[in-house]
């Protein structure tokens, strides 16, 4: 089974900001490779879909890249709205999630 | 728009079953394979189930294969996971999602508002 490490754990930054948070696979995912946001008590939603492909409706200040084992999603802006916790998740051979990064308001 | 409503969760005691169900609308739900995915309290996002879009293939997460059943009934548009042999490690949301595509590999791009499982004595 692929393993998903996602780092930081928590991200403290102000609106405005950039967020820059990580995904590490313990081996190649290809680029099946999505990212998801969730608040609370809300249930996740798509943001990124292979690797860098914005999902419907998803501001372009929410961007996806890596390859093979590391990728990145990256948040150029923060908006007040943006402050939530992200998974990332692999969707080929094995459909693992990562543990999740919180980031939160400075 | 796609609505996926689960339901079915409830408080059940250790060993117990229960049927979670999720009703999908806005899509041609034969089109797409369709997932469970687990939250227990505080925690992150665990994989459960998936099903491909005729239900001729299924999967499901170590954690739970033996006791987690998921299905489709494509003439009523609806989703189901039947649980057996509940222990405390399966409190959690239960959130049904749709897939992507209708096979492999797909990720999932709605999901529903989730349902409260809750094992214990």
């Known amino acids: 089974e692929i393993m998903l490490t996602q780092s930081p754990g928590t991200l403290s930054l102000s609106p405005g900001e950039r967020a820059t948070l990580s995904c590490r696979a313990s081996?190649?995912?290809?680029?099946?490779l999505a990212w998801y946001q969730q608040k609370p008590g809300q249930a996740p939603r798509l943001l990124i879909y292979?690797?860098?492909s914005r999902a419907t409706g998803i501001p372009d200040r929410f961007s996806g890249s890596g390859s093979g084992t590391d990728f990145t999603l990256t948040i150029s802006r923060l908006e007040p709205e943006d402050f939530a916790v992200y998974f990332c998740q692999h969707y080929g051979r094995s459909r693992t999630f990562g543990q999740g990064t919180k980031v939160e308001m400075k | 728009e796609v609505q996926l409503l689960a339901s079915g969760g409830n408080l059940v005691q250790p060993g117990g079953s229960l049927r979670l169900s999720c009703a999908a609308s806005?899509?041609?739900?034969?089109?797409?394979?369709m997932g469970w995915v687990r939250q227990a309290p505080g925690k992150g996002l665990e994989w459960v189930s998936a099903?491909?879009?005729?239900?001729?293939?299924?999967y499901h997460a170590d954690s739970v294969k033996g006791r987690f059943t998921i299905s489709r009934d494509n003439s009523r548009d609806t989703l189901y996971l039947q649980m057996s042999s509940l222990g405390a490690e399966d409190t959690a949301v239960y959130f049904c999602?749709?897939?992507?595509?209708?096979?492999?590999?797909?990720?999932?791009?709605?999901w529903g508002q989730g349902t409260l499982v809750t094992v214990s004595s």
């Open positions: 292979d690797t860098s």
């Open positions: 099903i491909t879009g005729g239900g001729g293939d299924t």
């Open positions: 081996q190649s995912v290809n680029s099946y």
């Open positions: 806005g899509f041609t739900f034969s089109s797409y394979a």
């Open positions: 999602a749709k897939g992507s595509s209708v096979s492999r590999p797909y990720f999932f791009d709605w």
